[in-house]
């Protein structure tokens, strides 16, 4: 049994990682400060005693955890565009001075370190799949920065950490991920078309929905994150769904899903920043973790659908 932090545990990601360390029988430790996870999300874990505890704090602040701690999951920072685009200084100061003051907590509690980076840091790639040498092509001066630059330093911070106090980190980026949990409102594709399609409104397509993405599954997520954390390797490593498919198409499908036959579509403006494909090489997590994801993309969108239906009821 180990005693393991996880940073931003109120959130989509967090939650179910949470979830999932519990079910393995460690004791979690979930700090968050809700800026864009919820309560609800874990609320059901308040039940399980002393396997689980909760901190309410914000990560750019220093602090300490009391007792042992043998591992830490970063994923504290606002990772959807809308919550990126409309809190631009507190994610970069989420991404720089919460990284900062995670690794220092490792650092005294002699804990191993996985920080929870992003495919933004490839920016608009110059080769398909991305690769982990792949050295990302991005613009400091769009308004996508705040994220996929301060992802950026913080891998650099995390490399210093671990040559100069020979700390145990992990990285591993992250490529598009759905399932429950997702905020309703958060701007993302899934949300966005589902709830959408289920008030009978026009599905709004950024651009003409022909870029592509790759989208993988919460539980493929957690099981590849765990998988990190329990390996010899420092990374950085992609994790993701390699089956990429265009926005318009992944649109039909839930549509399918739902018994809509024709949706309508209301196109607007693709966002400044934003990338015309993503799509990981996870052949490094083949090899090095074993890893890759099982969900297919129709069972993942009818468990997420069904989640926003739920939500639809309360």
Not at 105 to 123: D, I
Request: with cysteine; proline share 4%.
């Amino acid at each position: 049994m180990k005693r393991i932090v996880v940073t931003g545990g109120a959130g989509f990601i967090g939650s179910h990682l949470c979830e999932f360390l519990i079910s393995q029988g460690h004791k979690v430790v979930c700090i968050d400060n809700f800026s864009t996870g919820s309560r609800r999300n874990i609320s059901h874990l308040m039940t399980e005693g002393d396997n689980f505890s909760f901190i309410k704090h914000d990560i750019t602040e220093p602090f300490h955890v009391m007792g042992g701690i043998d591992e830490i999951y970063n994923l504290a920072c606002p990772a959807s565009p809308k919550a990126f685009t409309e809190n631009p200084i507190e994610t970069l100061k989420a991404s720089f001075m919460g990284t900062l003051n995670i690794l220092d907590l490792a650092r005294t509690a002699g804990a191993k370190f996985l920080h929870a980076s992003t495919s933004e840091v490839y920016g608009e790639a110059l080769s398909h799949p991305q690769k982990e040498t792949d050295l990302g092509n991005t613009d400091t001066q769009s308004s996508r920065a705040c994220y996929s630059e301060g992802k950026r330093v913080a891998e650099a911070l995390v490399a210093e950490y671990r040559r100069k106090y020979n700390l145990n980190t992990k990285i591993v980026r992250i490529f598009n991920v759905y399932g429950s949990r997702m905020q309703s409102d958060d701007g993302r594709l899934m949300p966005n078309v589902i709830n959408q399609l289920l008030q009978d409104k026009p599905v709004t397509i950024y651009g003409d929905g022909e870029h592509t993405r790759s989208f993988c599954y919460v539980s493929d997520m957690v099981t590849g994150l765990v998988e990190m954390m329990s390996r010899d390797e420092a990374g950085p490593i992609n994790i993701g769904n390699p089956n990429e498919i265009s926005i318009k198409s992944c649109i039909k499908t839930m549509a399918q899903l739902l018994d809509i036959a024709d949706p309508v579509f209301e196109y607007k403006e693709l966002p400044s920043g934003d990338c015309s494909r993503r799509c990981p090489d996870i052949m490094l997590a083949k090899e090095k973790l074993g890893w890759q994801p099982v969900v297919s993309l129709e069972d993942g969108l009818k468990q997420t659908i069904d989640y926003f239906k739920e939500c639809a009821k309360v």
